[in-house]
T-cell receptor, first 111, second 118 residues
Framework: DAKTTQPNSMESNEEEPVHLPCNHS???????IHWYRQLPSQGPEYVIH???SNVNNRMASLAIAEDRKSSTLILHRATLRDAAVYYC????????????FGKGTSLLVTP | NAGVTQTPKFRVLKTGQSMTLLCAQD?????MYWYRQDPGMGLRLIHY???????AKGEVPDGYNVSRLKKQNFLLGLESAAPSQTSVYFC?????????????????FGPGTRLLVL
């Protein structure tokens, strides 16, 4: 399975945009890029996913590099409620049933 | 919709005791999963089910049993609890129209059960 690399932690000010990076230099052509987040003392929740094109939804945007070796999750205006661990996960049809969460990036949002 | 619910939220057991964790989902999902999360580690899959009456082992199945008698429920059992099973347990469910792993599948997680085994 292709691996992902994320910074251990990041810090942001409230109401400012946040760019969370993920490197996946060994990504295959069939890997989808998923992002989940886990708020403190809660279960993980789906954020967004994409294959090649940039994606937007009500929670965030996903920017995928042209060579697909990296991607960035964009929170347009961080709130205190966005403080969480963010996980970048690659999935294709051979990934099996388990989501491989890894260590993720712990995002701290300060007022 | 309640989504995925888990019972109980917190439990303390003594070594050797048994218990059952209940997971329920109201989204009519075929697939259900049990994960455990230990401090500083990611989630690890214990067992999963791809439909009513079917179960399969995940990455760390030893010491656990599961049952899926009804589509909406997935039970995780500990027959003889050990301190190494102290963890936070998460249940998840998903829908996929395919018979193989769908790379676009989204898993929906419950709030977790915190288990302490003394």
């Amino acid at each position: 399975d292709a691996k992902t690399t994320q910074p251990n932690s990041m810090e942001s000010n409230e109401e400012e945009p946040v760019h969370l990076p993920c490197n996946h230099s060994t990504i295959s052509g069939t890997d989808y890029i998923h992002w989940y987040r886990q708020l403190p003392s809660q279960g993980p929740e789906y954020v967004i996913h994409g294959l090649t094109s940039n994606v937007n939804n009500r929670m965030a945007s996903l920017a995928i590099a042209e060579d697909r070796k990296s991607s960035t999750l964009i929170l347009h205006r961080a709130t205190l409620r966005d403080a969480a661990v963010y996980y970048c996960i690659l999935r294709d049809s051979n990934s099996g049933y388990a989501l491989n969460f890894g260590k993720g990036t712990s995002l701290l949002v300060t007022p | 919709n309640a989504g995925v619910t888990q019972t109980p939220k917190f439990r303390v057991l003594k070594t050797g005791q048994s218990m059952t964790l209940l997971c329920a989902q109201d989204m009519n999902h075929e697939y259900m999963y049990w994960y455990r999360q230990d401090p500083g580690m990611g989630l690890r899959l214990i067992h999963y089910s791809v439909g009513e009456g079917t179960t399969a082992k995940g990455e760390v199945p030893d010491g656990y049993n599961v049952s899926r008698l009804k589509k909406q429920n997935f039970l995780l059992g500990l027959e003889s609890a050990a301190p190494s099973q102290t963890s936070v347990y998460f249940c998840a469910s998903s829908y996929s129209p395919f018979s193989w792993t769908d790379p676009q599948e989204t898993q929906y997680f419950g709030p977790g059960t915190r288990l302490l085994v003394l």
